[in-house]
């Protein structure tokens, strides 16, 4: 059995959510679920210690998570606390001790802060059985006005040729097919994230 396909897009403007989403309901019809906001606060040091090891540290809501440049959680902690300045002021915890040899003596401070809004989006068919689920993100720097609009498309078994309809028509709009990244770096607050001209763009971080 094949495993089910998934990709990743980059809606670049002028799409917005509000037109991708108009663009969809003249082609499909969809069940919509409920919107999430966020905010999302993202750490490293002065020198990029966390990033130069391929993993990015971010707060949302009552959550810290260490990632790899994939979206893949390697290390997680719940806390209510919006910043630490060392690792050693970390609870006691595997994500502290996943901190500990990048960061050393390093202080960690605040690079970028982004509002997100999150939705999921279920195409049906004629019998209202859902053949695709796009789960749409879109991030808003809190520095600028820099915006980013990605979705995640994944695939429903027993509906590969919907999956390929539903691809067209978000290549019609504009939509950038992308390597299966699973994250992004934020919108910039004005530094430019190291290297970033050489990964995917959905990694990259505009000045």
């Known amino acids: 059995m094949l495993p089910l396909q998934r990709q990743d897009w980059i809606l670049p403007p002028p799409c917005t959510f509000e037109k991708f989403q108009t663009s969809l309901v003249q082609t499909f019809a969809m069940n919509q679920g409920l919107a999430k906001k966020t905010r999302r606060k993202w750490f490293d040091t002065m020198d990029w210690r966390l990033y130069r090891k391929k993993k990015l540290l971010f707060h949302e809501g009552s959550q810290w998570i260490l990632q790899n440049l994939k979206g893949r959680t390697l290390k997680s902690l719940t806390s209510r606390r919006k910043s630490y300045a060392t690792f050693w002021q970390f609870p006691d915890s595997p994500l502290r001790d996943a901190l500990q040899g990048p960061l050393d003596i390093r202080a960690l401070i ?98």
Do not use: M
Not at 154 to 176: H, L, M, N, P, W
């Open 110 to 207: 605040e690079l970028a802060t982004e509002d997100l809004l999150s939705v999921e989006l279920q195409i049906l068919n004629n019998d209202k059985k859902i053949v695709c689920i796009l789960e749409i993100q879109q991030s808003n720097s809190c520095h600028n006005d820099k915006q980013l609009l990605t979705v995640h498309q994944r695939e429903v078994r027993g509906y590969t040729k919907k999956f390929k309809q539903v691809a067209s028509c978000i290549r019609d709009v504009g939509g950038i097919e992308q390597k299966r990244t699973g994250g992004h770096l934020p919108p910039s607050s004005g530094r430019q994230w190291p290297n970033s001209s050489g990964l995917p763009f959905r990694l990259q971080c505009s000045p």
